[in-house]
Structure formats: C-alpha cells, structure tokens
C-alpha cells in the first residue's frame, strides 16, 4: 500500500486531554494530506509507572502475565481517547490494541518479542480510508494472552507496523527536539544531531539512551525503515536515523550513561572447561540478558567471573548464580548497584587510540577508578561508580568537543 506514514507519540505527548486534543489535529493534518495515517500511541504521562506501583502494593513479586494484563490497560486509555478526539474533528477513525491489530508475540511476558504481524485487519481498515490508533508496547501469544515487549516498547510496536506496512516514513514524537550527542537534560549544552547511522543509533539506545527503543532500532536497520525523531511540543524537524556514510572519518557521534545496571561477581570459580557455559546457559535459559563480562586473571586454579546485567534482572540473576555456585563449587555471589555504563559512541572508533586516550584520561582526571572497559567497532564502555557518572558525562562531553555542533560532525 502507498503513502502509508506512521507516527508513534510517547507518555508526555499524549500526557493529558489537551495534549491529546493537539496531537489529533497534527494527525488530521497528515491525513488531509492525503496520508493512510496508522497512528501509536504510549500510556498518558506517569500511567505505567503507577500501575507497577500499584502491582508492588498487592504482591511484591506479581506474576508476570499479570503484570501485563495490567500494564497493557495504560495504552487502551490514550488510544480511545485519542481516537474519540479525532472523531471529533469529523474524521473516520478506530482505535486498536495490539491483539486486534494482529501483533503476535512469543510468550515472554514482561520482554515479549514480535514474531509476526498479521496486517489483514490493518489494511482493510486502511482501505475504508479510516486513521488507525494502535496501543503501543503490547501484542497477543498464542494462547491470546497479552504480553507486552518491555519499558519503552512503544517504539518497537510503531517501526514493526512501518515495516509491515512498508510505510514510507515512521515519525517518533517525543518531548525533545530528537537525538542529542547525550541525554539534553542531563547535559544542558547537547547537540542536537540531524542525521545518525541506524549502527550508531543502535549502539546510543542500548548503551542507555532511552530516547529510542533498542529493538525499535534494530527493526528499523533490518527493514530500511527511514526513521525520524522529533518533538510533539515544537514540531521542528527532528533527527533522522537511516544509513549514513561517513567514509573514514572517526566521528564521535555521543555518549551515552546506563544508571540501570548492576554488577554480579562469582568469587574464585574452579578454573576448568565448561563453568562459564553452565552459569551464561542458566541465565539464557530464564532470559536473562547478560552485558558486559569479564574474568580475572587465573591465581591457584580459580578465578573470579563478573557480568552485568539490567536492575530489574538482578534479583533472579543472583538466585540463579547462588545455586550454580554451589553446584560448581565457587565461593560466593555479590553483586553491586551502584554501578553505571558510560560509553562513547561514533564510527570508526575501534581505529583510534585517541578516543580510548581522552576517554580514560578523562576519568582519570576526574580521580574516577574504572571497574570494566570494553568496546566494540563504534564504541567504548567503561564501567564506573553511579556517584561520579553524572560529572563523568557532562566533563566527556566536554572533552569530545560535542557542545555547539550545530548540525556538524565531531571529528577526531
Ligand atoms: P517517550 O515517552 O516520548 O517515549 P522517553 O522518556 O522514552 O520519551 O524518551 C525521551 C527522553 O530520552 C528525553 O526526555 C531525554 O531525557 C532522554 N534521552 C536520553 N538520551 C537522549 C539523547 N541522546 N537524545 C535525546 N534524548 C535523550
Ligand atoms: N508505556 C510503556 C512504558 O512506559 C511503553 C512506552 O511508553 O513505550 O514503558
Ligand atoms: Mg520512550
């Protein structure tokens, strides 16, 4: 189908009545131009954060298929709203959960995956030339029940239906004016970026820029969906992620910081074939994704493993570790919360000693001990104490030179 655009609008732009009132005239607007508009939308403002809240208060672990039953209820309220709103304005229009409108997922409550889109209904609706308002972050199993694909899925549900659809364009409405070279709100001074790499972006959303969903982006790089991230407050014209040449240059393109990890530590591990399997195979096996690890030098036949892994994972992580360490005869867990990811990110970085030199002399300056370093072709992550990150970054950001860009790329 032709001239299909999808727009997903996050928490604060659907944050209340009156910002959904707006958001259905913008909507409209594109419609009017002759647009098949199929429209995702978040939960309104803080919901989702209430609603767990609200679990905690009942059952201190909720069961996760639970869990989603209610966390998806966030999304149904703004996607009728928004789709009684745009009635409103005289426009033909039907809201839709993720279910209705064929989003089938793999049974992993609470991080589900999307394993097909099912677009009869979506294109049937599309032909009687309705808008489509879609709940965001959620899908069906195939027992029917709802899951939801993890905090920030909205994202991910809006570029899986421009991939579905071969939309020409997925717009992400956001509260700020699209990708900075680090979170603006943290670093007054950020650049904003007209265009990022999908590689480049991927590696900014994982490493913790929350601006964008990993998986949104991945999807994205995967379907060549052009991707374009602005703010629904001011309308400017955002920062578009899609392919990007920049030939040999080492360009730092930002930083990012992850304050939601922790550490976990495995104390003197029997130094044999077949440890590291057994434990990384047990976390797999309950999903847990495992980030940066790395093992000691060996001393007496043992040595010690660690790994990170995301705070919402740490407390089964760390049961599964405790009964494999009895099981592989290592000494003890602990683990540690106060820990954070601060990583650069920019093309061609594994050539260049000079990024590694000014990032470690940077925390070095800064009297900062890190506790891990690892990178990969586009980037470099260290791991640090929470209690410093925050002036780690702004002081990065700094000596990278990313302030005052105006659209330019930071060269090394
Ligand atoms: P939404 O509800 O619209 O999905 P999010 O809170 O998930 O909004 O994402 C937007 C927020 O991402 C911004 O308010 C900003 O604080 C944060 N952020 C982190 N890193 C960046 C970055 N590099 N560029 C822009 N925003 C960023
Ligand atoms: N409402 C969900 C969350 O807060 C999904 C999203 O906003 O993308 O995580
Ligand atoms: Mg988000």
Do not use: W
């Not at 909205?154 to 364009?169: G, Q, W």
């Not at 000691?296 to 360490?325: C, G, M, P, Q």
Request: with cysteine; net charge neutral.
């Amino acid at each position: 189908m032709d001239n299909v655009l999808v727009q997903k609008y996050g928490g604060t732009s659907v944050g209340s009545t009156k910002k959904i009132k707006r958001i259905a005239q913008n909507i409209v607007r594109n419609k009017k131009n002759g647009l098949k508009v199929v429209v995702v939308v978040s939960a309104m403002g803080n919901t989702t954060n209430e609603l767990i809240s609200k679990a905690l208060e009942v059952n201190k672990q909720p069961p996760s298929r639970e869990l989603d039953m209610l966390l998806a209820t966030g999304e149904q309220v703004s996607i009728s709203l928004l789709a009684m709103a745009i009635k409103s304005l005289g426009h033909d229009v039907i809201s839709l959960t993720g279910g209705q409108c064929g989003i089938l997922t793999d049974g992993n409550h609470k991080k589900a995956k999307i394993t097909e889109i099912k677009t009869d209904r979506l294109l049937s609706e599309l032909e009687q030339d309705k808008i489509i308002i879609v709940a965001g972050f959620q899908g069906i199993d195939n027992c029917n029940d709802i899951t939801t694909l993890g905090r920030g899925g909205s994202d991910t549900t809006a570029v899986a239906l421009a991939a579905a659809l071969k939309a020409d364009m997925c717009e992400i409405y956001t509260d700020v004016d699209g990708v900075y070279t680090t979170d603006p709100r943290i670093v007054q001074n950020a650049s904003l970026i007209d265009k990022i790499s999908y590689d480049e972006m991927l590696e900014l959303a994982s490493l913790g820029s929350s601006v964008l969903h990993p998986r949104s982006v991945e999807l994205a790089r995967k379907f060549k969906v052009p991707l374009v991230v602005k703010s629904s407050f001011t309308m400017n014209k955002g920062t578009i992620v899609t392919e990007v040449d920049t030939m040999e240059k080492v360009v730092v393109r930002g930083l990012a910081l992850d304050q939601e990890i922790a550490k976990i530590s495995i104390l003197e591990v029997p130094d044999k074939p077949g440890i590291a399997y057994k434990l990384f195979a047990e976390l797999a096996k309950n999903n847990i994704g495992v980030d940066i690890i790395i093992q000691n030098i060996n001393r007496n036949s043992v040595n010690d493993i660690s790994f990170t892994v995301k705070i919402d994972d740490l407390d089964e992580a760390v049961e599964i570790s405790e009964k494999i360490v009895s099981e592989i005869g290592a000494k003890k867990v602990i683990y540690d919360k106060a820990v954070s990811k601060l990583s650069v990110v920019g093309a061609g970085i594994s050539g260049s000693a000079e990024v590694a030199s000014i990032f470690f002399k940077s925390l070095y300056e800064l009297g900062i001990n890190i506790q891990t370093i690892s990178s990969s072709q586009i980037k470099i992550s260290c791991i640090i104490e929470t209690d410093k990150a925050l002036k780690a970054l702004t002081y990065l950001h700094d000596k990278f030179h990313l302030s005052g860009l105006n659209g330019e790329d930071a060269v090394i």
